[in-house]
């Protein structure tokens, strides 16, 4: 065994990885606030989407301890409050599902929009249809899928991503009922 021939090796191997880092490092820092706003842009859509009567969103303090809420909004127009939309991150198949649920003043939700996520292609990311999302309209109390004795059906093969958006409505509904 030649040791220089493998100590070259190794540095070289390292400098190629030292240098790629570097180049990752660089270009994350050239698009991460492009990202953020694109990000917060798709959000404000989601959250009209979900709650079109509202003019205007204010982020609340969330006091409750349920960790799939991130962010919590009074929704309101001219006169006055029209619900509440809260921001979720549940865990589906593919990682967290970022998404806003809009709730009215009675407790009901008023939409569901998923704002990212990388669940697997023509099975999870099937959540993205209306015909998935509204289903939850008009619901209320604790909701579940079929094939856990609730009445959201689920998506063919992608169970998991269809408990994960449950997941995320029951607790943006719980959220709005400590809010209100």
């Known amino acids: 065994m030649n040791i220089k021939y493998y100590a070259k090796l190794t540095l070289v191997l390292f400098l190629i ?5 570097g180049l990752l490092g660089f270009v994350n820092a050239l698009t991460k606030d492009r990202i953020a706003q694109l990000t917060e842009e798709k959000t404000a859509a989601a959250m009209r989407e979900v709650m079109p009567e509202a003019e205007t969103f204010s982020e ?23 619900g509440y939309v809260i921001k979720v991150a549940p865990v589906g198949f593919g990682g967290d599902i970022d998404m806003v649920v809009g709730v009215d003043l009675t407790g009901k939700v008023t939409g569901v929009s998923i704002v990212s996520m990388a669940e697997t292609s023509g099975l999870g990311d099937n959540a993205k249809k209306d015909s998935f999302r509204s289903q939850y309209i008009g619901k209320s109390g604790t909701l579940a899928v079929t094939k856990d004795g609730g009445s959201i059906d689920s998506l063919t093969g992608a169970t998991v991503t269809a408990r994960a958006v449950t997941d995320g409505v029951n607790a943006a509904l719980n959220a709005a009922k400590i809010l209100g």
Not at 60 to 82: F, I, M, Q, R, W
């Open 17 to 21: 990885t030292a240098v790629v880092a």
């Open 60 to 82: 609340l303090e969330y006091t409750g301890e349920d960790l799939l809420v991130t962010g919590v909004y009074s929704a309101e127009n001219a006169s006055g409050s029209v």
